[in-house]
């Protein structure tokens, strides 16, 4: 039990100072690049972040187990957008880009929409892999010529010219970061279930909870950290950028290996309110073009409703 509790307390290090330096390394590599740090967040740090899921939905498809791989990312896309873009928020009111309202957000809600659509037949099949797949080329196509078309960002940044040359320094910081996310996460999550059991708390609970949530840290973690430090670019980059990854490449590669059984319950339940919330941050984010505490505080509220709910 101390041990398990020493890890704990090792993992959520891990996950903070991981944060700290995949977030630097990332909006000084955008910096130096002359790139929106928003295609950062999109694309590296979403692709780091949503590795658990990728894991954990892979491991479940081989172990025969598909249906977990499908309520794994549909969880999580509810709770990245809920749990951590609202506490985000709560934490740390976000400005949030007009183009993101009008291109990024609605890339999103089409990935979202798509997989209900494709899961309406009771499961997805290799050719939905496929396509899916194609999606995931096309959104990292459009992340690719969107950050050609952007150079401005770089003459209003106030940055140091020696720390925006550094380029190769910045990738070792990502690199870094993505391995302190991964270990600290995994730490976490281990040592949370230990104690957990040893305190007699149910396998169902701790897996709706703990492993559920386990998967979204890195995110939590890494949007925190940017909406902290006054990226808030960053921070609604990567959970947008996860929750389309998160289908286009977690969903469309696994679905590809096996078939993705989705049962009755979680196309009438979980797939729609994942469109739901993807849908609610929409409106949330035109009222202002930004996510403050009021905002934020409705997006947990509703995850927190979610999860009493599926516990009841």
Same mark, same amino acid.
């Given at each position: 039990m101390i041990t398990a509790s020493i890890l704990l307390i090792a993992g959520l290090a891990l996950l903070y100072y991981g944060a700290e330096f995949l977030v630097k390394?990332?909006?000084?590599?955008?910096?130096?690049?002359?790139?929106r740090p928003l295609v950062i967040g999109m694309t590296v740090v979403a692709f780091a972040t949503s590795m658990?899921?990728?894991?954990?939905?892979?491991?479940?498809?081989?172990?025969?187990?598909s249906n977990l791989a499908a309520g794994n990312v549909i969880g999580s896309n509810i709770a990245n957008i809920g749990l951590i873009l609202g506490a985000t928020a709560l934490l740390a009111p976000m400005a949030v880009a007009r183009g993101t309202l009008v291109r990024e957000i609605p890339i999103m809600l089409i990935a979202s929409l798509a997989v209900f659509l494709m899961s309406l @037949?009771?499961?997805? =099949?290799?050719?939905? /892999?496929?396509?899916?797949?194609v999606g995931l080329i096309t959104f990292l196509g459009y992340c690719f010529f969107s950050s050609r078309q952007v150079q401005a960002y770089l003459e209003d940044a106030p940055v140091e010219t020696n720390?925006?040359?550094?380029?190769?320094?910045?990738?070792?910081?990502?690199l870094i970061g993505i391995a302190g996310l991964g270990f600290g996460a995994e730490l976490m999550v281990r040592s949370a279930v230990f104690i957990a059991r040893h305190c007699g708390i149910s396998d169902v609970i701790i897996g709706v909870t703990v492993?559920?949530?386990?998967?979204?840290?890195?995110?939590?973690?890494?949007?925190?950290?940017?909406?902290?430090?006054?990226?808030? @670019?960053?921070?609604? =980059?990567?959970?947008? /950028?996860?929750?389309i990854f998160n289908i286009f490449f977690v969903l469309g590669f696994c679905s590809l290996v096996r078939p993705i059984t989705i049962e009755p319950g979680v196309l009438s339940y979980e797939l729609p309110l994942m469109l739901f919330f993807s849908l609610?941050?929409?409106?949330?984010?035109?009222?202002?073009?930004r996510l403050g505490r009021t905002e934020g505080g409705l997006l947990l509220l509703g995850y927190l409703a979610f999860i009493t709910y599926y516990l009841l």
């Open positions: 390394g990332s909006s000084l590599l955008a910096l130096s690049f002359g790139i658990p899921e990728m894991m954990v939905s892979l491991n479940a498809v081989l172990k025969g187990s @037949d009771g499961q997805l =099949g290799r050719l939905d /892999g496929f396509f899916l797949l720390q925006v040359t550094s380029q190769r320094r910045n990738f070792v910081l990502i492993v559920a949530l386990g998967t979204s840290l890195p995110e939590l973690a890494a949007s925190t950290v940017s909406a902290l430090k006054g990226e808030p @670019d960053l921070s609604v =980059g990567n959970v947008i /950028g996860s929750n609610a941050l929409w409106p949330l984010v035109k009222r202002r073009l």
